[in-house]
């Protein structure tokens, strides 16, 4: 921002000259912000730079989509729109949110602006304007606020700014209020636009076919679209590393981490990646899956406890597979039930040390089932295993197949409802990997049980300990 802190100076010493003369967007919001002793993020800049495009009228449909949280309101809801009334001194602007309450609130902030900064901007609140839901200015500009869906006759707009039109994922899944905004949106909203008239969409992602996801499929080369994920992807709009953090400064890749894990992986996607999708994977009916108060008796049945091995443990912002042992009983009537499941991301040493430990809670009439991973370091760590392991019945073998066609027999179990789990505090992270693959991001879990249900099924195992060790291979 060349020369920027000179006009920022000269705002404090010439305030009756209009900052619609002198100052771009980004130097404006830069020191409205700096007197609450803040200042734009990386982010907040690069959004700050579409929209003075949008109020120059080089963009006219602008899509924002950043995760909750990430101030977007704060610059394109509230800033924004004070400063297009200082550029474009009698237009109209419409202003839209998931509730007329919500709406008017943003207007009261930007109205506060108008009020704090009238000076500089140009313009004042006209007198007697105290309305939350429609004021105009002394320069005959005029703000309407309404909800989505909400009455629009008699108000026309040269600036349409749609801030949060999706309240709560209820909402988003229906496609009932899906088609409702979407006919609001197209009947009512863009019909209000006079010529010339620019739209700026400010959202978090909720469904694949949200109002933007529908923006997008049926006219998305007239948009330009801001996607800001929380943690970034290759390639990034700001340059970003791999998995770093949007606004560090606010939530780092720690925290991030956390809410991901608290939220599972569907909606994670979906309001902070900004890449919904649908609601369950293409496999796993998990409505279909029984939740058992307390284990079935194994009583004439068989059971394992299968690995998917990883070895790396978790450190500052990597996201490293984890080692996963799921322990599946197949009970007398042919039912299956997953007892427990052991889920760590720990050092080579730590691994072993679970596997061991598990074994020994499991006593010796549970079949362990280990995979071999190619080449002789793989051949090298199921010899040790099973040697640290002996007096257990192990059996390894080297993964074949696509990881959806492996998991397609007891998927099918699932689909017939002819499967089980015990209540307990894995539930949640299992059945959540189970609901997303194979679209999630971790299918470790996907793969012991895999590797679980094809050892009580295919190997022809013997519902009794043999008091041997039975092979490694």
Known sequence: MPGSLHHLRDLRTRPSESVASRLGLLEWATWVTQRSGQSPASHHQFLLQKLAAVCVGEIDRLMVLMPPGSAKSTYASLLFPAYWLAKHPSSSVIAASHTASLAEEFSRQVREKVREFGDQLGYQLLVGERGANHWRTSARGDYFTTGVRGPLAGHRADLVIIDDPVKSHAEADSPTLRDRLWDWYRSDLTTRLKPSGRIVLIMTRWHEDDLAGRLLAHSGEEWQVIRLPALAEDPDPLDREPGSALWPEWEDETALQRRRDNLGERAWSALYQQSPRPMEGSLFRVEHIESLDVAPASDGGLMVR??????????????????????????????????????????????????????RVDGRAVVIGLPEDPGQAGRHQVAYLTRELA????????ETGAKTTRAGPVAAQVEAGNFSLVRGTWNHAFLEELRDFPFGRKDDQIDALSRAFNLLTESGLPSRSLGVSILTR
């Open 306 to 359: 299968a690995w998917d091995l990883a070895a790396t443990a978790a450190s500052g912002a990597n996201d490293p597979d984890w080692t996963v042992g799921v322990k599946l009983l197949r009970d007398h009537s042919g039912r299956f039930v997953v007892l427990d499941v052991v889920r760590l991301r720990g050092s080579p040493r730590g691994v072993e040390a679970a596997i061991t430990e598990a074994a």
């Open 391 to 398: 007096g257990y019945r192990i059996n390894s073998s080297r």
